[in-house]
């Protein structure tokens, strides 16, 4: 390519946009850092502090906070005022990195980049393999950074929202509902559930043992360990049946056979129960998901929830931002003839399927 050829103006902001970047990238371990060390929650609430407050506070170098902290600064995540050399956690800020319990806490996706550069020789054997890697073959960060990631947005939404959403089934669970989670993970979801509805019978399954003994844990932690189990089970084929309400969170898009996956759902619920899909958020085209959250989502798509599906039977590939239409598509090739999106957030989109 000529010099004649390349526009000077498209490439320097072209470049500009590289060096924010970078920048994004070099942040994640500082955030990861950050949050390890106790550094943000000491600075959250805490007004301005110099690196030395800092230091003290967590029982660090002073030198090597204080580089931290200059690099905080200028991402944007601390202030620092140049008059007294000091620096503060805004409260915008501290809900994002410090607050364990703010429905906006983004610290689990930042464990996430972790996994996948640790996983970075994997994917580049199965570009050129074209094979499947599963999700018990990622770096273990990436289970526990998921959950995180996921849980503040349940923990908000999920039954002051998204159960209320669907049709009659708020009702249910405050009654005594036998509810399955097929795809639990580490039982975020699963736990939420049995907490807000205790005269529930709530079940997780999922076929990942890791995953399983982590929920089986939460759930003892929780005080819950009389009201939720937890066993090992695959989607296409978890056992029981006559359940009032099937979840799956953030994982149809990731099973090899979604289709057979929704007709055992089918199989599984009673006449009048309901099947609740929670998917990541996404439009029907390319082009509707070309924003900073399609952005992330397709990147995790090609690391992650692409080859976990090829890693499994029938290998569908539906990918992460399959659309509402795509999903819909599936759900009814599994037997459900209503679906319905119920309600949605920036990140998830919630649908109801009926038979």
């Not at 992650?304 to 659309?323: D, H, I, K, M």
Request: net charge negative; aromatic share 8%; with cysteine.
């Amino acid at each position: 390519m000529s010099a004649a050829e390349i526009d000077g103006a498209k490439l320097e902001a072209f470049m500009g946009q590289m060096v924010g970047d970078m920048g994004a990238m070099l942040s994640a371990p500082m955030v990861i850092l950050g949050e390890k060390l106790g550094l943000y929650k000491a600075m959250a609430g805490a007004g301005p502090l110099s690196a030395a407050d800092l230091a003290g506070r967590t029982k660090t170098n002073e030198r090597y906070v204080r580089e931290w902290l200059n690099q905080q600064a200028a991402s944007g995540y601390v202030v620092h005022d140049a008059e007294t050399d000091t620096y503060e956690l805004p409260p915008e800020q501290a809900a994002v990195f410090a607050d364990d319990d703010s429905p906006v806490n983004l610290v689990g996706g930042f464990h996430i980049i972790e996994s996948v550069f640790a996983d970075g020789e994997k994917f580049e054997r199965i570009f050129r393999s074209g094979e499947g890697l599963g999700w018990h073959e990622h770096d273990a960060r990436l289970f526990c950074g998921t959950e995180r990631f996921f849980r503040p947005g349940y923990r908000t939404h999920l039954t002051a929202d998204w159960i209320p959403s669907l049709d009659g089934v708020s009702e249910k669970l405050e009654a005594g509902a036998r509810v399955a989670d097929v795809g639990c993970g580490h039982g975020a979801s699963t736990i939420i559930l049995a907490q807000t509805y205790p005269n529930s019978e709530v079940v997780g399954y999922d076929y990942h043992e890791a995953s399983i003994e982590a929920a089986r844990e939460r759930a003892e932690e929780a005080g819950l360990s009389d009201r939720v189990r937890f066993e090992i089970a695959r989607a296409q084929d978890y056992p029981g049946e006559g359940y009032d309400l099937v979840c799956v969170f953030d994982c149809l898009h990731d099973m090899g056979d979604p289709v057979g996956a929704a007709a055992h759902v089918h199989e599984t619920i009673a006449d009048d129960g309901t099947f609740m899909i929670v998917e990541p958020m996404a439009g029907d085209t390319v082009t509707d998901n070309l924003n900073p959250v399609g952005r992330m989502y397709y990147a995790a798509s090609t690391m992650v929830c692409t080859p976990a599906s090829r890693a499994q039977e029938v290998g569908l590939g539906l990918g992460a931002q399959a659309g509402q239409k795509r999903l819909t598509e599936v759900l009814n090739q599994g037997g459900f003839t209503r679906v319905r999106r119920a309600t949605e957030t920036p990140f998830n989109m919630v649908l109801e399927a009926r038979p």
